[in-house]
């Protein structure tokens, strides 16, 4: 079965071609960072427009390299949800489009199952049931995972998300967009202990999590840094590696709980976060010492790609319709979906 996967939810064009058999045979990703980082953060209007110029080229380009004939495809997975309205109806619209044309079933994918499922694409895959990690830009949540659709929500955030704290301490300490990958990098040149911030919820007993006040902690130290004078670049290094680190302290603490809680064996860690260095390396460590095992997703597939919905879209084939109708979700929860 070969599946055409469209990725359209925010500011990255992602198109793949997956195969059951042979699995993933071609993927494209166009970043829109450079086109919003004047903006300092994501304007959906520009967004949409620009996945409308991409989106084809992309497909056209996928199917070459997986030397298939989009006539030959087997279906047409798109992301219906949750992500930007407008953003999502352009690739929603272009594969229903294609669908109607080329007689084929279409189906839409939630853009969190796809991002859950990313691991599979890699070597070696984890079977279920497995503890989930989701840490994305927007959502940092655990999951009971029994089977595909089959998620137990057991862990959310309060307040902000991990990857939306990075990208808000990123722009406290003046970092240019996209703020999380430019904080990590400056954390790399941080030394250890020479400031303090708080460990949110890290004692709290439960699966819960809340960084919002980590962030208001670091505002609070730069004011008081920028009262004596500019923050110098070592200064700015110290805070960024104590951040990093007080993140990762949490998120390792929670997933560590949720496996001894839920009996599981393997913890899958999906979504941008997810390719943090510190976190993997830490949680590699924590989760060999129990007997366990854990797996991340390629880092090219941590972010938004077309590869994860390709390869949902397999799963969910059976689901498909063909009929043309389509919509879109901006609001979708993902223990929502039925199971596959």
């Not at 070597?123 to 595909?148: I, K, M, N, T």
Request: some cysteine; hydrophobic content about 45%.
């Amino acid at each position: 079965m070969r599946v055409l996967g469209i990725e359209t939810s925010c500011d990255e064009t992602g198109v793949a071609v997956y195969d059951t058999a042979a699995g993933l045979l071609a993927h494209r990703l166009h970043s829109q960072v450079d086109l919003h980082a004047r903006y300092g953060g994501v304007v959906p209007e520009l967004a949409s427009r620009d996945h409308v110029r991409r989106l084809i080229p992309l497909i056209e380009e996928v199917a070459a390299e997986a030397g298939t004939r989009l006539a030959d495809l087997d279906g047409i997975a798109y992301t219906e949800g949750p992500g930007l309205a407008g953003a999502l109806l352009v690739g929603a619209s272009v594969a229903n489009a294609l669908g109607f044309a080329l007689g084929k079933p279409v189906v839409g994918i939630h853009h969190l199952e796809g991002h859950l499922l990313s691991p599979l694409l890699a070597e070696p895959r984890p079977d279920f049931p497995f503890v989930a990690l989701l840490v994305s830009g927007g959502h940092s949540q655990l999951y009971e995972v029994a089977g595909v659709g089959r998620y137990t929500l057991i862990g959310d955030t309060l307040d902000d998300a991990a990857g939306e704290a990075f990208d808000k301490t990123a722009t406290l300490l003046g970092l240019p967009y996209p703020g999380g990958p430019a904080l990590a990098k400056l954390a790399e040149s941080g030394r250890a202990g020479v400031v303090t911030l708080p460990r949110p919820m890290i004692d709290s007993g439960d699966l819960m999590m809340s960084f919002s006040g980590l962030k208001t902690a670091v505002l609070t130290l730069v004011r008081k840094r920028e009262a004596g004078g500019a923050l110098d670049a070592r200064t700015k290094a110290d805070i960024a590696a104590e951040f990093e680190q007080a993140v990762v302290d949490v998120l390792c603490a929670k997933a560590i709980r949720a496996l001894d809680r839920s009996g599981a064996s393997r913890l899958v860690v999906a979504g941008g976060v997810g390719a943090n260095r510190s976190l993997r390396e830490r949680l590699k460590r924590e989760v060999a010492r129990r007997g366990a095992e854990v797996y991340f997703p390629d880092l090219v597939f941590c972010t938004d790609n077309g590869a994860m919905i390709a390869l949902a879209g397999a799963m969910r084939l059976a689901q498909a319709r063909s009929d043309g109708a389509f919509t879109v979700r901006p609001r979708w929860a993902l223990e929502s979906l039925p199971a596959a």
